[in-house]
């Protein structure tokens, strides 16, 4: 069974920096298949950051130059270095990872809460 665990989410200023982590366990794909999500209140789930399986990486643009996905070497852990964090940024964070054919998200954690204030 895949079990997908994140931490650290945190409460920070404008300006601020977090990084959440993610461990996998029971996921036995390409452990380059993850990403991350968010979703703010009252808003849709909106993808935040893809690694791919050729080890490209994906962001969506308001993110981009503040945030980096990257993954440990060798372990199922998947990390969201976020940067210059805004206010727009708070959401629950989640983690997922794509099934066999690193297409389509089927796993999911529980999330994980950052919220910034000004």
């Known amino acids: 069974q895949v079990q997908l665990v994140e931490s650290g989410g945190d409460s920070v200023q404008v300006g601020g920096s977090l990084r959440l982590s993610c461990v996998a366990s029971g996921y036995t794909y390409n452990s380059n298949c993850m990403g991350w999500f968010r979703r703010a209140a009252g808003k849709e789930r909106e993808r935040v950051a893809d690694?791919?399986?050729?080890?490209?990486?994906w962001y969506t643009d308001p993110v981009k130059g503040r945030f980096t996905i990257s993954k440990a070497i060798g372990s199922n852990t998947l990390y969201l270095q976020m940067n210059s964090l805004k206010p727009e940024d708070t959401a629950v964070y989640y983690c997922a990872a794509r099934g066999r054919n690193c297409f389509t998200y089927e796993y999911w954690g529980q999330g994980t809460q950052v919220t910034v204030s000004s």
């Open positions: 690694l791919n399986i050729d080890g490209t990486t």
